[in-house]
């Protein structure tokens, strides 16, 4: 599937603004820590793309995410590495995160909210003013952006990055997507 056809079929079955904000900026994360990582930048980008593709149609329901958009992407002969990382990504149904890929995912999901977060307290609301110094800051503060789980964002260890690592390549990520985006 070219990035394209993703883009189109996230399109068909994402309304919602933020979500379709969301997943942009997981693909944008996904593809810069493939780049990093020495991976496959547009096979990781897609999964960022495609992970919440069935958001919307299961209604948030944890029982269901990422089982239903699975297996769509399974039946459209999908590559099972990212059928695998999107139904792992929801740890509600307890599947190993095994590659690389399946572990960024995990820790790259949050995060794009999380950034997003810390950016709306700020003067300008401009993910281009977020420094990691404000991210790491907030991330302390457990009343803040309480649906980003921390212990996700800090799975980053497991891609064999520091925490300021992997909040450097995000926001570096999400301020390209910004730029490309505005």
């Avoid at 990582?37 to 897609?46: F, I, N, P, V």
């Avoid at 995990?106 to 997003?116: E, K, L, Q, R, S």
């Avoid at 309480?146 to 964002?153: K, N, T, V, W």
Wanted: aromatic share 4%.
């Amino acid at each position: 599937m070219t990035r394209q056809e993703a883009l189109e079929l996230v399109q068909q079955h994402i309304k919602e603004e933020n979500l379709l904000k969301h997943v942009l900026a997981t693909e944008a994360i996904m593809k810069a820590l493939a780049k990093k990582l020495g991976q496959d930048e547009e096979k990781w980008g897609l999964v960022g793309l495609l992970h919440d593709i069935d958001y919307e149609e299961v209604d948030q329901d944890p029982a269901r995410h990422g089982m239903v958009g699975a297996d769509l992407l399974e039946g459209m002969g999908m590559e099972a590495d990212i059928v695998h990382a999107v139904r792992a990504h929801n740890e509600y149904h307890g599947i190993d995160r095994v590659t690389l890929m399946d572990k960024a995912l995990y820790a790259a999901d949050p995060m794009t909210g999380f950034i997003t977060a810390v950016s709306l307290v700020l003067p300008s609301k401009n993910v281009a003013d977020v420094t990691v110094k404000q991210v790491k800051k907030k991330l302390k503060d457990k009343a803040f952006a309480r649906g980003a789980s921390r212990d996700q964002i800090n799975s980053c260890d497991q891609l064999g990055l520091t925490l300021d690592e992997f909040i450097d390549i995000s926001l570096d990520a999400m301020r390209q997507m910004a730029i490309v985006n505005a």
